[in-house]
């Protein structure tokens, strides 16, 4: 061995050997790396089904009814880590296109649309039965209802809908006729005013009550007013007169421009109101012939809340007396009402039978035509008077344009005065011998006939009743009062007997 590294040749040669050892080492970590490539591909099921996503149906014409299938199975393939990792499920979507359907049913081709890069093994169904239907449009009245109660003592009106009360309905054809109604409500709850809502929802309602989910409806909502009202009730509108005209004038006409008032209150005063006449024309306003025009104030009656119109315009022609036409009409049954009774004591018409009087007034033909019976009374005086039967004249209170006529300036009645029965806490005893039985009391019409039981006091004529009736009850004047027929109903009740 030392021979050889003291060969001068066996030296070179190894020194060379070792120069291209060193030099491929070099050169060796210069050459590129090819890398490997590995071309995994494979196919994976997806776990989920995918839906079938119809589009380009034209809205305007067709409704969907019903797709055979919503959801297909598919198989892809493609990179591995494309399938495992860079795509989901909700990147996978089957397509059917609905431009070209027409009414019915339509079998179309489902079309994948895929991530790129994935291809399509299989799709299981590849074919889908689509049924679509005509739309039909129809308008229906907008019923609104209100909910709930408002405040006690008031009440709900009829519902306002803006900008219109027709609501335009749009549903396949064959459904259309199941539409009963398109409603909408408002709550009205402990309300005490209008109700308003600018956005009330609609919704179409079958012959059930039940709501048709997949109407279309134009528009979606409206605008509603819900009127909150107090009770109120319209009466008649009655003019009082205060004061005189001038001598040689007469009311021709008195022409209010309602006929009628409404009056706001609970429905306790209500009901006792029967006519408002707590308007008064106040005649000394007038003095000369002529036609004008007065603004009256009303105000609401005791008890109630308000009134309207709150005032009210009065056309008031005054005529001279000699040139307004007159007339007669005559009043059936007026009714007589009788006061001034003493204690203890209790009064009953013998005549007339009815109740009440025929009277004829003569007036103003205008005027006359708007009165009626309750404008009238008759009045009995029975002050100071005892039991019997007495003729007593009556009072009659007239509007200040009317008169008595000659035919009714008679006015009398005749009236029975007897006690009170006195009041005991246990029934009387029952006789049953029938030979002990009392006569019962005479009827009116008994006494009036001179039927078996009358009062010996009827039986005599009319002079000798005044006189038994002096004697009963001292000096009784026969004529108890006069009468007034034409009178003034002022704020107060006074009366006035002068003709205006």
């Known amino acids: 061995m030392d021979k050889w590294f003291n060969n001068n040749t066996f030296a070179k040669i190894l020194a060379l050997a070792v120069s291209l050892l060193l030099w491929f080492m070099i050169h060796l970590d210069e050459v590129p790396t090819t890398p490997t490539i590995t071309t995994g591909i494979s196919s994976?099921?997806?776990?989920?089904?995918?839906?079938?996503?119809?589009?380009?149906?034209?809205?305007?014409?067709?409704?969907?009814?019903?797709?055979?299938?919503?959801?297909?199975?598919?198989?892809?393939?493609?990179?591995?880590?494309?399938?495992?990792?860079?795509?989901?499920?909700?990147?996978?979507?089957?397509?059917?296109?609905?431009?070209?359907?027409?009414?019915?049913?339509?079998?179309?081709?489902?079309?994948?649309?895929?991530?790129?890069?994935?291809?399509?093994?299989?799709?299981?169904?590849?074919?889908?039965?689509?049924?679509?239907?005509?739309?039909?449009?129809?308008?229906?009245?907008?019923?609104?209802?209100?909910?709930?109660?408002?405040?006690?003592?008031?009440?709900?009106?009829?519902?306002?809908?803006?900008?219109?009360?027709?609501?335009?309905?749009?549903?396949?054809?064959?459904?259309?006729?199941?539409?009963?109604?398109?409603?909408?409500?408002?709550?009205?709850?402990?309300?005490?005013?209008?109700?308003?809502?600018?956005?009330?929802?609609?919704?179409?309602?079958?012959?059930?009550?039940?709501v048709i989910e997949n109407a279309i409806l134009s528009p979606q909502t409206v605008e509603v007013r819900v009127p909150v009202n107090q009770p109120y009730t319209k009466v008649p509108l009655r003019i009082k007169y205060l004061g005189q005209l001038p001598e040689g004038l007469v009311l021709s006409t008195v022409e209010p421009n309602v006929k009628e008032v409404s009056i706001y209150g609970s429905q306790g005063v209500l009901a006792g109101i029967q006519s408002y006449d707590q308007a008064t024309l106040d005649l000394t306003q007038f003095t000369q012939a002529g036609t004008s025009t007065v603004d009256v104030d009303l105000t609401p009656p005791s008890g109630s809340e308000k009134i309207e119109p709150s005032s009210i315009q009065i056309k008031v022609t005054v005529s001279p007396y000699d040139e307004v036409e007159t007339t007669t009409k005559v009043f059936p049954n007026v009714p007589i009402n009788l006061v001034g009774l003493g204690n203890g004591l209790e009064g009953e018409l013998v005549t007339p039978k009815s109740g009440g009087l025929n009277i004829t007034l003569t007036g103003s033909r205008i005027m006359l035509e708007d009165l009626n019976v309750g404008d009238?009374?008759?009045?009995?005086?029975?002050?100071?008077?005892?039991?019997?039967?007495?003729?007593?004249?009556?009072?009659?209170?007239?509007?200040?344009?009317?008169?008595?006529?000659?035919?009714?300036?008679?006015?009398?009645?005749?009236?029975?005065?007897?006690?009170?029965?006195?009041?005991?806490?246990?029934?009387?005893?029952?006789?049953?011998?029938?030979?002990?039985?009392?006569?019962?009391?005479?009827?009116?019409?008994?006494?009036?006939?001179?039927?078996?039981?009358?009062?010996?006091?009827?039986?005599?004529?009319?002079s000798n009743t005044e006189h038994q009736d002096q004697s009963q009850q001292g000096n009784v004047p026969t004529n108890r009062g006069s009468v007034n027929n034409n009178f003034n109903t002022s704020n107060n009740g006074s009366k006035s007997g002068s003709n205006p």
Do not use: C, W
């Open 44 to 210: 994976k099921v997806v776990e989920r089904t995918v839906p079938v996503q119809p589009y380009g149906l034209d809205s305007n014409t067709y409704v969907l009814t019903s797709l055979s299938i919503d959801e297909v199975r598919l198989q892809i393939k493609g990179q591995r880590s494309m399938l495992t990792s860079i795509f989901t499920n909700d990147d996978y979507k089957v397509l059917v296109d609905l431009s070209q359907v027409k009414d019915g049913s339509n079998t179309l081709p489902l079309v994948p649309d895929l991530p790129s890069g994935v291809e399509v093994v299989s799709m299981e169904p590849s074919m889908v039965t689509v049924n679509v239907e005509k739309l039909g449009t129809k308008s229906f009245n907008v019923n609104i209802v209100p909910e709930g109660e408002p405040s006690a003592g008031y009440t709900a009106g009829t519902p306002v809908v803006a900008p219109s009360s027709l609501v335009k309905v749009t549903l396949p054809e064959g459904q259309l006729d199941a539409v009963a109604s398109v409603q909408g409500s408002v709550s009205v709850t402990d309300a005490k005013e209008d109700v308003i809502q600018k956005k009330v929802k609609l919704q179409a309602y079958d012959a059930e009550g039940k």
């Open 376 to 462: 009238i009374k008759l009045t009995g005086n029975l002050k100071g008077l005892g039991a019997g039967t007495h003729e007593i004249k009556l009072e009659a209170e007239l509007p200040r344009f009317a008169k008595l006529d000659e035919a009714s300036n008679d006015l009398s009645s005749t009236v029975r005065i007897s006690e009170k029965a006195e009041e005991t806490t246990a029934p009387p005893e029952q006789n049953t011998n029938e030979d002990n039985q009392t006569t019962p009391d005479p009827s009116p019409a008994e006494v009036e006939n001179g039927q078996p039981g009358t009062d010996p006091v009827e039986e005599q004529d009319e």
